[in-house]
């Protein structure tokens, strides 16, 4: 027998788009902005333990979910620990394009697309639509020492409060054949800050003070953080001052730099350089004076003109490199303290003829680096810390750029504890390509299914 054809209703179709559609999208929505956050292992910073292809989720209510349209997070019920394996915000990339909150404002987040910002001020022929298809990127390491807790790291092996650390969680590794005094190599033992604690300006190196403006950057979201370096050359400033003999030793941490050098000095070198070879040339303080303001290199124009969307992507500059400025200017003031001489000048009727008067050459002058930490153009003196701070390394020990690089992460930057593996897939010969139909045959022999379900914090255990 035939059914009676039923009316189209608005009121049911509105009813189960609602119920299709709307609500598990919404759901959908929810459970990202406050309960998981998947990720992608892009590299092998933590391998064996993860891989290169693995697909993880994570919890963020562990540690506190965000709140929405803020830069405040609801409380965890726990706070991250020694051995948590963490998914966290890199906190030596910018927030906000060009790091000026009051210019832009975060849209949203488009995922494997990037953030989207609102430009309230563009320049003439500029959108007001922002595209940080590559940043603030996410992180994951392991968590291996918290506020309070004294560490240090000599010959690539890490020491917690005493301990040598001669074993790796889960399934990590060390690779180096060859030791260098980079930070990967050694740190000199320090204690990681806790809440309450102050840390004065003048009392650190310079090194430190950029781990101390990155705490005081991801605490104060919406405030303006600048560090800003002087060279005074016998008590004058002398901002534009060229190093003769500027060395940087080749680290990984300090390409940014060797590229500055290589292209002043239109260098052409005989040999491939290594880890721990030094390079030498002229270079100008104005330059690490900019850097340092800033923090960072925008790879694209930020003047470009035209388009839907305005790009921005940014290279990050590491504290190391200010090392390297106090190395490189207490070297000139030691050199101006050794005895020079000006002319030897030979007088037979007074002395022998092997005998030589020495005359002094003119003084050299003394330099001094002065600093001053800034917030919102007025500087600080101290900051005191407001939040629990860690410190993250790789599980790959020798190739991961972590906390040994770019200092501490705060609380705030903390996004998520890893949880478990949804996926995996191998394809580190690149012959896999999501836009060539042909390589498709190969998924089913690439999905890594023994690793599919696996409990992070239960790897290796």
Request: proline share 7%.
């Amino acid at each position: 027998m035939e059914q009676p054809k039923k009316s189209f209703s608005i009121k049911g179709f509105l009813k189960s788009m609602t119920r299709e559609i709307i609500v598990p999208v919404v759901l959908a929505l929810i459970v990202i902005q406050y309960v998981i956050q998947a990720f992608q292992i892009p590299s092998g910073s933590m391998e064996d333990s993860l891989l290169t292809g693995d697909f993880l989720l994570g919890l963020k209510f562990t540690y506190g979910s965000p709140i929405p349209f803020s830069n405040q997070k609801f409380p965890g019920y726990t706070i991250p620990k020694a051995g948590d394996v963490l998914i966290f915000r890199y906190p030596g990339e910018p927030e906000y394009p060009d790091n000026n909150p009051d210019r832009y404002t975060h849209l949203f987040n488009a995922l494997m697309f990037g953030n989207y910002y609102w430009d309230h001020n563009p320049e003439d022929g500029q959108p007001h639509l922002i595209h940080y298809a590559d940043g603030p990127k996410d992180y994951i390491k392991r968590c291996v020492a918290v506020s309070g807790d004294t560490v240090s790291i000599h010959g690539g092996r890490l020491t917690v409060n005493g301990v040598r650390q001669d074993t790796i969680p889960a399934k990590g590794k060390w690779t180096a054949a060859v030791r260098t005094k980079s930070p990967r190599d050694e740190r000199e033992t320090f204690v990681i800050p806790s809440v309450g604690d102050t840390l004065f300006v003048d009392s650190l190196p310079l090194e430190k003070l950029w781990w101390l403006r990155s705490i005081v950057l991801q605490e104060n979201p919406n405030d303006h953080v600048e560090l800003e370096i002087s060279l005074l050359r016998d008590g004058v400033e002398d901002n534009n001052f060229e190093f003769e003999d500027y060395r940087v030793p080749v680290e990984n941490d300090r390409n940014l730099v060797l590229n500055a050098l290589f292209t002043r000095n239109r260098m052409i070198l005989q040999h491939q350089p290594r880890q721990g070879d030094t390079l030498s040339g002229n270079m100008s303080f104005a330059y690490f004076k900019e850097l340092s303001k800033i923090g960072f290199l925008p790879v694209i124009d930020p003047h470009m003109k035209g388009g839907f969307t305005r790009q921005v992507s940014y290279i990050s500059f590491e504290g190391s490199s200010l090392q390297d400025l106090e190395g490189n200017v207490a070297r000139l003031n030691a050199e101006a303290m050794q005895p020079a001489v000006d002319s030897v000048s030979q007088d037979s009727s007074s002395v022998s003829n092997d005998s030589a008067s020495v005359v002094a050459a003119p003084a050299k002058p003394k330099f001094e680096i002065r600093r001053r930490l800034l917030v919102n153009g007025n500087p600080i003196d101290s900051y005191v810390v407001k939040t629990p701070l860690f410190f993250m390394m790789g599980d790959n020990r020798d190739n991961s750029a972590d906390s040994r690089y770019w200092g501490f992460v705060t609380l705030r930057n903390v996004r998520a504890k890893a949880f478990v593996i949804y996926f995996s897939f191998e394809n580190d010969d690149g012959k896999f390509a999501l836009g060539n139909p042909f390589t498709w045959w190969r998924i089913p022999f690439s999905i890594r299914y023994s690793r599919i379900g696996k409990i992070i914090h239960l790897i290796d255990k």
